[in-house]
């Protein structure tokens, strides 16, 4: 993804200012604003167990769980103690994120506390443990300098972060804190909210959740499974292309010498509902056993009926609904025209970790899976176009509806849209068909543009890093995205802008092709990605090295998304920009030749695969005789 500023206020930059503000709901617009209040917090999240007491010993599994009661206010008020009964409110003055409950601290415009709390147990065997919340802060003050009004986050002992009225936005900002080293402990979270004798400050929480996932003790063998999933989906939209239902099936093979007794469905758009209300819904299973939703409802655990042993193969099955929440978003619908990235459920993997079950990341991605088939069957009314992951053929259907089939092989997920689009097409040099599907608004000289940029990047990437082989590539162009760009397999959102377009097209690569888990090493293909748009565009990066600044010493190029949602000011500058640099330094380091050789001979080794940093690290120093150690400590490239 490559994110765009809004033009005030808006989130910290991942490229130069494309974009421009959207209308989107409280929870997208609370996306927009999430690094204001990130950069101005008066302290940061808890890291290691070092501000932690000891935690107790860790059992040998781990059961994903959301752990919170009550995170959304709607069930009153049994799970919390709060400091008075006008805490937890659904009064008139704020709004809730989602539903009509939420907890109001302050706001009195007077000496004044208010506190929450609740007691939570995080359970033993679990590697990871993510507290998630929603805040909004109003304020009377005007101060751009004195905190005179505070919030503060704590779990146990430890505090969190605080807030004050210098962190004041226009929506509600998720904030997300990494709390595993309480793991096997029952502890307190609490809020408390203090006022100063003027000038009300409101701090109104919503949805607070505290996800664990991870099993602590290793499988024996870290074969990344379930392996080789085939996908059958068949769909029938309503008139505006915004709900479709219908039933998806996939086949899988577990390739680890494990048995599985379990898979897990990431339901990923739910983060952009309620669990009340989520806008994908899995019903009648088939082939296994739902159990509970977890990971803020993006996970779905199927039990199998048997054990599944190396190299066997299973189906299960479900009915699927999708509901395409209003927004110009990745998963949204602007006007007449509707986005639907992620919506299509598919297998978490499991390998040495445990299963990877982190959170959605609304700065980045969280998208890890393996390469699978896709055949995809979506049916809809005729006036609207459905580009999407591969390649389409349109039949007709019943009385004013087409039938779009589009298949897909080896590919890591699927995407589609479906609108009223204006559509033009043509060829790349080497082959490659190309379609930009334009909203309304987009002027057909823009329209050209990106098709003439399309062309050209396809063909620059395939030249440096492999043949592009997803047959067609779709771009949707819509200027209301406030994201910038987002890649999937053979499909991409966009801005009207030539860097953008050939960053996500550089995706096909790097995340599609070679693989990597986005949520923990995302630099593998943001990083990648930017260094390869600058190649394309003739950039060579000359001394931008020379402007790295870290803000810690816990601040690496190679940190995680939880790493980042918790520093977003500092993710665009030093995932993008410092990786990218990071990647001009090791050309000049190896020479322009072996840097171009590396990264063909490393796309061809990860082809359809995943890669790791430890993987890259090695790659590159086999390419040289030059001991790259202290290139790496530099660089702080760690893994």
């Known amino acids: 993804m490559r994110s765009t500023p809004h033009k005030a206020p808006g989130p910290v930059a991942k490229v130069p200012p494309y974009g421009r503000t959207t209308r989107r709901s409280r929870q997208a617009l609370a996306a927009g604003v999430f690094a204001v209040a990130a950069v101005a917090a008066l302290s940061l999240p808890v890291t290691p167990a070092a501000a932690a007491p000891a935690a107790a010993p860790l059992a040998a599994a781990c059961t994903p769980a959301q752990v919170v009661a009550g995170g959304d206010f709607?069930?009153?008020?049994?799970?919390?103690?709060?400091?008075?009964?006008?805490?937890?409110t659904s009064r008139t003055g704020q709004s809730a994120h989602g539903g009509s409950n939420f907890a109001w601290l302050d706001g009195t415009g007077g000496t004044h506390t208010d506190s929450l709390s609740q007691s939570v147990t995080i359970p033993s065997g679990c590697s990871s443990a993510?507290?998630?919340?929603?805040?909004?802060?109003?304020?009377?003050?005007t101060t751009s300098s004195t905190a005179y009004d505070k919030l503060t986050a704590k779990i146990g002992s430890t505090t969190l972060a605080t807030y004050s009225n210098l962190n004041k936005a226009t929506g509600y900002v998720q904030k997300s804190f990494d709390v595993s080293s309480f793991a096997g402990q029952t502890v307190s979270l609490a809020f408390s909210g203090t006022e100063d004798s003027s000038l009300q400050t409101s701090f109104v929480l919503d949805d607070i959740a505290?996800?664990?996932?991870?099993?602590?003790?290793p499988p024996a063998d870290s074969t990344r499974t379930p392996a080789a999933p085939a996908y059958t989906v068949n769909l029938s939209s309503n008139t505006a292309g915004t709900v479709w239902t219908g039933h998806e099936s996939t086949t899988f093979t577990n390739a680890s010498a494990t048995p599985l007794t379990e898979v897990y469905l990431r339901l990923w758009d739910n983060y952009h509902g309620t669990c009340s209300a989520p806008p994908i819904t899995v019903t009648n299973v088939t082939g296994g056993t739902a159990g509970a939703l977890s990971v803020a409802c993006t996970a779905l655990q199927i039990a199998l009926p048997t054990p599944l042993a190396q190299g066997q193969s299973t189906t299960i099955g479900f009915d699927l609904g999708i509901t395409v929440p209003s927004g110009a978003d990745r998963f949204g619908y602007d006007g007449a025209f509707s986005m639907i990235g992620n919506a299509?459920?598919?297998?978490?993997?499991?390998?040495?970790?445990?299963?990877?079950?982190?959170?959605?990341?609304?700065?980045?991605?969280?998208?890890?899976?393996l390469a699978a088939d896709f055949k995809v069957t979506l049916d809809h009314p005729t006036t609207l176009l459905v580009p999407a992951t591969g390649t389409s053929v349109d039949t007709s259907g019943t009385s004013g509806r087409t039938v779009t089939t589009a298949t897909a092989s080896k590919v890591r997920d699927f995407a589609w849209a479906a609108g009223p689009f204006t559509k033009i097409s043509g060829t790349s040099t080497a082959g490659t068909p190309i379609n930009i599907y334009s909203v309304s608004g987009i002027s057909s000289s823009n329209a050209q543009s990106m098709l003439t940029t399309a062309k050209s990047a396809v063909d620059a990437h395939a030249g440096r890093f492999g043949a592009y082989p997803y047959g067609e590539l779709d771009a949707v162009i819509d200027n209301n995205f406030w994201f910038g760009g987002m890649e999937y397999p053979g499909f991409v959102l966009d801005l009207v802008s030539t860097?953008?377009?050939?960053?996500?097209?550089?995706?096909?690569?790097?995340?599609?092709i070679v693989g990597d888990d986005e949520y923990n090493s995302p630099w593998l293909d943001e990083a990648f990605t930017d260094y390869a748009t600058d190649l394309a565009q003739g950039l060579t990066g000359t001394n931008c090295w020379n402007s790295v600044s870290w803000a810690s010493s816990a601040e690496n190029i190679t940190n995680s998304m939880a790493y980042w949602d918790a520093h977003s000011s500092r993710y665009s500058t030093v995932v993008y920009g410092y990786g990218k640099c990071a990647l001009h330094d090791l050309r000049r380091t190896l020479g322009d030749t072996?840097?171009?050789?590396?990264?063909k001979d490393y796309a061809t080794s990860h082809w359809y695969g995943v890669s790791t940093t430890a993987e890259f690290k090695a790659a590159a120093q086999a390419a040289t005789t030059t001991d790259l150690t202290s290139f790496w400590t530099t660089h702080r490239i760690v893994g």
């Open 74 to 88: 709607e069930s009153g008020t049994s799970s919390w103690t709060q400091s008075s009964t006008t805490v937890i």
């Open 130 to 141: 993510t507290l998630t919340f929603w805040l909004h802060i109003d304020t009377a003050e």
């Open 210 to 217: 505290l996800n664990t996932s991870g099993d602590t003790a």
């Open 344 to 369: 299509l459920p598919v297998l978490a993997v499991k390998d040495g970790s445990g299963w990877h079950l982190d959170p959605y990341t609304n700065n980045g991605e969280s998208f890890y899976s």
């Open 499 to 512: 860097t953008a377009l050939t960053h996500e097209i550089g995706h096909q690569w790097f995340y599609g």
């Open 594 to 599: 072996a840097m171009a050789k590396l990264l």
